[in-house]
């Protein structure tokens, strides 16, 4: 019995020994834990982006032609009104020659058309011809009617003699003399009735005259109608051609440098074909494009901090200038398709200088933004990292409470990559659970190690 009682009390003794321990070897799981703290936070949206300039100074092909060789290399600078690209003087000067030639013919030829004088002098010949076919046809009505009368004085002077004779009044030769100027008379008269019909035809087709010369004289007008478009059209083609020959010499408008040589050689260029491209590095900005979701948190003059191996270890300070009011879809290196926006940042006065002068910044290069969309200087924060959602869709984390995880459900404000602002549920200097293991659970035995207060 004793023995019995002495096996029980040193297993006892044993058993409270083992519990002790493990107790001690076994003083709850290691986790990395930090503290509330209060102190200042920003909101912020983190996207890549690359530099650009707003408007690049394009020079393009004024007209098809060909373009004599450039001379300017990318990097180049180059002053304002200096030739930067030129067409073929040569072509230039051929057609400018071409259309001056015709306007010059054009205007000689005006100068001949309008010169109406011959036509004139001819117009009145012709009227002066028509009166003197007038009179001719006078004359030889009068002449008719003359000769009508003789052959009516012949005939009736015959007709008393063939009366006569029968009485030996008259002689037989009387008789003969009579007959024959009563026949001369009467071929006097048919000749006069032919000349007359002569005359009047004549006069009939001399009277057209006058109006063949007004007709002709007035189609001649017509026709230098005709030559004045045609010298307007010569000389709109010259003035085309003189306007050519200022635009074929390109220069630049801007003090700037070379940012794309697009054509090298002499080459014949189509129209609107790009040159070279022209741009002021000190008119540098940084495009960006955000999720739409983002993007409404965005407004003009927002804080910007533009970063990146091309700025150099720190950052430049930017400004929001423009955020675009339509958006457009991208398909992400995932393969994930996303609605996004775009955005314009300005460096702030005096940050781009030092970059052109010792990073040599230029266009198109690569940077990233950090666009600041609210901040607070005295609030509650924690490390972004501690934060989850529960079940329920509720932001929580995880406060160490005499050894043991307890679940907290928090209300979150500001929130970034790195912290967050908690707006209830937390306390200053309450600790926290870092990157909580998804078996963690409410009541869990924990053995915190602090790093660095948020």
């Not at 189609?219 to 030559?227: A, D, H, I, N, Q």
Request: net charge negative.
């Amino acid at each position: 019995m004793i023995r019995g009682m002495i096996f029980i009390g040193v297993l006892l003794i044993v058993a409270a020994g083992g519990s002790a321990l493990w107790w001690f070897a076994n003083d709850g799981t290691e986790v990395q834990a930090t503290r509330a703290a209060r102190g200042a936070i920003r909101e912020f949206v983190d996207e890549r982006g690359k530099t650009r300039l707003a408007e690049p100074t394009l020079i393009t092909m004024p007209f098809s032609a060909r373009i004599e060789e450039i001379q300017f290399e990318e990097g180049q600078a180059v002053r304002a009104g200096e030739i930067v690209a030129r067409v073929s003087r040569d072509d230039l000067a051929e057609e400018l020659a071409e259309a001056q030639a015709t306007v010059q013919r054009l205007e000689a030829s005006l100068v001949e058309s309008a010169d109406i004088s011959v036509e004139k002098t001819a117009k009145r010949q012709a009227e002066l011809y028509v009166e003197s076919m007038k009179a001719t046809v006078a004359a030889a009505e009068a002449k008719l009617r003359a000769d009508k009368s003789q052959l009516a004085y012949a005939e009736t002077f015959l007709g008393r003699i063939q009366r006569l004779v029968p009485a030996g009044a008259e002689t037989e030769d009387d008789l003969e003399r009579a007959r024959v100027a009563q026949v001369e008379s009467e071929v006097a008269y048919r000749q006069d009735v032919l000349t007359l019909e002569s005359q009047k035809s004549l006069q009939a087709a001399t009277s057209l005259l006058p109006q063949m010369m007004s007709e002709y004289i007035l189609r001649k007008g017509l026709s230098t109608e005709v030559l004045v478009q045609q010298r307007n059209e010569a000389r709109a083609r010259l003035r085309l051609a003189e306007l050519r020959q200022a635009r074929g010499t390109m220069v630049s408008p801007i003090d700037g440098v070379v940012l794309e040589r697009a054509v090298r050689d002499e080459q014949l260029v189509p129209g609107g074909t790009l040159l070279l491209r022209i741009g002021r590095l000190e008119s540098l900005e940084v495009e960006t494009d955000v999720l739409s979701s983002d993007a409404g948190r965005i407004r003009p003059g927002c804080d910007v901090e533009i970063y990146g191996p091309a700025v150099g270890d720190g950052f430049a300070n930017g400004v929001v200038q423009r955020v675009f009011p339509a958006g457009f879809t991208k398909i992400s290196s995932l393969g994930v398709e996303q609605q996004r926006v775009v955005v314009i940042v300005q460096f702030r006065e005096g940050a781009l200088e030092p970059l052109l002068r010792e990073r040599h910044l230029g266009v198109d290069y690569r940077v990233r933004v950090r666009i600041v969309t609210d901040h607070k200087e005295d609030a509650l924060v924690v490390a972004r990292s501690t934060l989850f959602r529960n079940g329920r869709g509720e932001w929580s984390v995880y406060v160490v409470r005499d050894q043991r995880a307890r679940l907290k459900v928090v209300r979150v404000g500001l929130i970034n990559d790195e912290h967050a602002e908690i707006l209830d549920g937390l306390q200053a200097e309450d600790p926290v659970i870092v990157a909580p293991e998804n078996g963690l659970f409410d009541g869990a035995r924990v053995r915190p190690i602090f790093r660095e207060s948020a």
